[in-house]
């Protein structure tokens, strides 16, 4: 493994994305080199699977890379990881015969495989792997295998738990119209920055989306969905201080004055206050691509 160069990502149709993730690429990089597993959170579209190509292209050539993602049948999930890092999917009868493994006696393959230090295992959208596939993740960790786990809001529990986390962040303005700007050009389209500048607002910082407003663009789509997909953030901390800032001056009057109805009011007003400010809180929390919401 330390004979793995840290090198820069491989360039190809999404090396604009590659060139803005560079950091958190590098550092996953490391992590994976160190025989560190590592979870990988960010929202759907904001480069995680485009990351996930990379890593297993730059670790392809010293270990048995397998990128897996659920297909919707935990044993033909469990097949395309075997026939990945070339584990037999069959076994042969005393007749002769050919038998398929059967989904347990396949997790007790990779599970032996896996232990190996020469393999990698890439789980691409994790946080859609049923109960079953995450608790033999969980042996997989335990017995030292490498993992690179991609997910979207994964569940706070069992292998999401035990794994160091990496968040991707959304990508700043400028960066979201330098990957419109490549996605325009590609499609042969001229757009004037004022355009750009709307268009950019319904893509928020998810290059993904920065991509599709502009199909969409070209597609006369456009005027259909400008309220965007990508997650608001709602900031309430101005109004809240400003209500805390009135019912502070009214609690204030009321003991002034000996009135007992201004003063609960006042208190009343108060805790409500901190309540929806606990509540705008957890929305935005809510909103964003972390682990257990």
Do not use: C
């Not at 490498?146 to 999401?160: C, G, T």
């Not at 419109?180 to 607002?201: D, H, K, V, W």
């Not at 009343?268 to 691509?289: D, H, K």
Request: proline share 4%.
């Amino acid at each position: 493994m330390a004979g793995i160069p840290r090198q820069r990502p491989p360039q190809r149709d999404s090396s604009v994305v590659l060139d803005f993730r560079s950091a958190e690429y590098q550092q996953m990089v490391s992590s994976l080199m160190q025989r560190q597993s590592l979870l990988v959170l960010g929202e759907s579209g904001s480069g995680k699977s485009v990351l996930g190509s990379a890593i297993a292209q730059q670790f392809s050539s010293e270990l048995k890379v397998a990128t897996a993602t659920y297909s919707g049948s935990s044993k033909q999930t469990l097949v395309g990881i075997a026939e990945a890092l070339d584990v037999p999917i069959v076994e042969v009868t005393p007749k002769g015969r050919e038998r398929p493994l059967t989904a347990e006696e396949l997790r007790v393959e990779l599970l032996d495989a896996l232990k190996n230090a020469k393999a990698l295992l890439i789980v691409d959208d994790a946080h859609r792997f049923p109960s079953s596939l995450r608790y033999w993740l969980e042996e997989v960790l335990k017995a030292g295998g490498l993992m690179l786990l991609l997910a979207d809001r994964p569940p706070a529990k069992d292998v999401f738990l035990k794994v160091p986390r990496l968040e991707l962040e959304s990508l700043t303005v400028d960066q979201i119209r330098t990957v419109m700007y490549e996605e325009a050009t590609r499609q042969g389209m001229a757009i004037n920055p004022s355009r750009f500048a709307e268009l950019q607002q319904r893509a928020g910082g998810n290059p993904a989306l920065a991509k599709r407003v502009i199909h969409e663009e070209l597609m006369g789509l456009s005027d259909s969905s400008e309220a965007g997909d990508h997650r608001q953030y709602i900031d309430g901390t101005p109004f809240l201080i400003a209500a805390l800032t009135i019912v502070g001056i009214v609690k204030f009057i009321g003991i002034g004055m000996g009135d007992k109805a201004l003063y609960i009011v006042g208190g009343v007003a108060s805790l409500l206050a901190i309540a929806l400010r606990t509540v705008f809180s957890q929305a935005n929390r809510g909103s964003r691509a972390r682990l257990g919401r």
